[in-house]
Structure formats: C-alpha cells, structure tokens
C-alpha cells in the first residue's frame, strides 16, 4: 500500500503564491510520474501538472504560472503556483504511478486532496 499525504493548500489573493507538496510513502519501488489534478463542484478532474523521469507536462491555463518538480530521494512532488487567478480556486490532487516491487504492477494512487482559493 502506497499513502499520499498532501500540504500547502489554502486562501489567497489574486496574484499571490502558494507551494503544494506530497509525499509518498509505504512500500514504493519505482514511481513512475507524479502530477497534479484539480476538481471545482460539477466538474470533471483535470490535469494541471505531471512529471515523469524526463519529461514535465502543463495545461495550458498554467503555463508559465505552475512550476512542478519531484525529489526522488524523498518520494516527494511539488507544485509551485505563481500569479494565481480566481478561476484556480479548486480542489488540489495529488497523483502517483507507482509499483511495489521489480516488474510489479504499476497502480494510480491519489491524494485526500488540498482546497486552494483564490480571491479576486
């Protein structure tokens, strides 16, 4: 079993900062990529931000705003937010692919989720 634990969400106004983290733990061999979702009332999730060994990917309401960045040693990912606007106002996810032992079976974990608002 894998656990997600999440911190750094919470209020701010338009144009202010935050940093997310989360943290994995349990029984963790390879991790593939972590990211970051996000969830307003009577919308689907999307996907904000994810890293992978090589690569980032952003969505397009975020570029040059979000900065994602992972610390392997630590198990770690981290989204920093910049410039924030009113219609970031969601609920933050956190996401792991991960297996739990050599050529295991890469599972999708998430995180309890963090509320981040925005204020105009």
């Known amino acids: 079993q894998v656990q997600l634990v999440e911190s750094g969400g919470g209020l701010v106004q338009a144009g202010g900062s935050l940093r997310l983290s989360c943290a994995a733990s349990g029984i963790i061999f390879s991790i593939n990529a972590m990211g970051w979702y996000r969830q307003t009332p009577g919308k689907q999730r999307e996907l904000v931000a994810s890293?992978?060994?090589?690569?980032?990917y952003y969505a397009d309401s975020v570029k040059g705003r979000f900065t994602i960045s992972r610390d392997n040693a630590k198990n770690t990912v981290h989204l920093i937010m910049n410039n924030l606007k009113p219609e970031d106002t969601a609920v933050y996810y956190c996401?792991?692919?991960?297996?739990?032992?050599?050529?295991?079976?890469?599972?999708?974990?998430w995180g309890q989720g963090t509320q981040v608002t925005v204020s105009p």
């Open positions: 996401n792991v692919d991960c297996s739990s032992s050599p050529g295991g079976t890469v599972y999708d974990y």
């Open positions: 890293i992978t060994t090589g690569t980032t």
